[in-house]
């Protein structure tokens, strides 16, 4: 699933994901947005949100490392626009 939804991002649609699959959602994910409490708080790509510690603490918990989440990629086509980062809100 996370292929398709990558391929869908390099054609210059835009995608939008919720869910608590972490690993999953993270490996795709260029821009993290987390709801929260009746708020959205933009917590930007994985290296910075990963360091937001009240991310780390409420959601992801104690056990999780950024490290442990590789990137999936799509091969782009140098021919189609840049695609728009994937968000992912959770």
């Not at 991002?9 to 835009?14: C, I, L, S, Y």
């Not at 910075?48 to 990629?73: C, D, K, N």
Request: aromatic share 6%; glycine share 8%.
């Amino acid at each position: 699933m996370t292929t398709v939804l990558l391929s869908l991002a390099a054609t210059g649609t835009a995608v939008f994901i919720a869910g608590h699959e972490v690993p999953t959602l993270l490996s795709a994910a260029d821009h993290v947005s987390w709801c929260t409490k009746g708020t959205t708080r933009e917590l930007g790509a994985l290296p910075m949100a990963a360091a937001h510690e009240a991310f780390q603490r409420e959601y992801l918990g104690s056990g999780w490392s950024a490290g442990v989440i590789q990137p999936t990629r799509v091969p782009q086509n140098p021919t189609r626009l840049p695609s728009p980062p994937i968000a992912t809100c959770c």
